[in-house]
């Protein structure tokens, strides 16, 4: 699912509002998720699951094509643990 499909799923549900402001919505709370893992906060959506900063510590890799070994930087990812809750939907249905 794109973020356009996103926003027409939630103009569906929501018709009193146009899908300008959805979309503007749908961009705040993205943009709010990106600053508190910027800050390395912790986002909780229960039920959904959490989002959360790891930390990758420097290691050696090697270009699979000329075999040359390179450091790779330590850096930071986003991490996503699913909850039981959308866990269980998703296998609910295999």
């Known amino acids: 699912m794109t973020k356009r499909e996103?926003?027409?799923?939630?103009q569906e549900k929501i018709k009193d509002y146009p899908?300008?402001?959805i979309a503007y919505v749908v961009h705040l709370i993205f943009e709010a998720m990106s600053?508190?893992?910027?800050?390395?906060e912790r986002i909780?959506?229960?039920g959904f699951g959490n989002f959360t900063v790891r930390n990758r510590r420097q290691i050696q890799g090697r270009n699979p094509k000329t075999s040359v070994v390179?450091?790779?930087?330590a850096r930071k990812v986003p991490f996503?643990?699913?909850?039981k809750d959308l866990n269980d939907m998703v296998n609910r249905y295999r």
């Open 19 to 21: 899908p300008k402001d």
């Open 6 to 10: 996103l926003v027409k799923r939630v």
């Open 70 to 73: 390179i450091n790779l930087p």
């Open 44 to 46: 909780e959506i229960r």
């Open 80 to 83: 996503f643990k699913v909850g």
């Open 35 to 40: 600053a508190a893992l910027k800050r390395d």
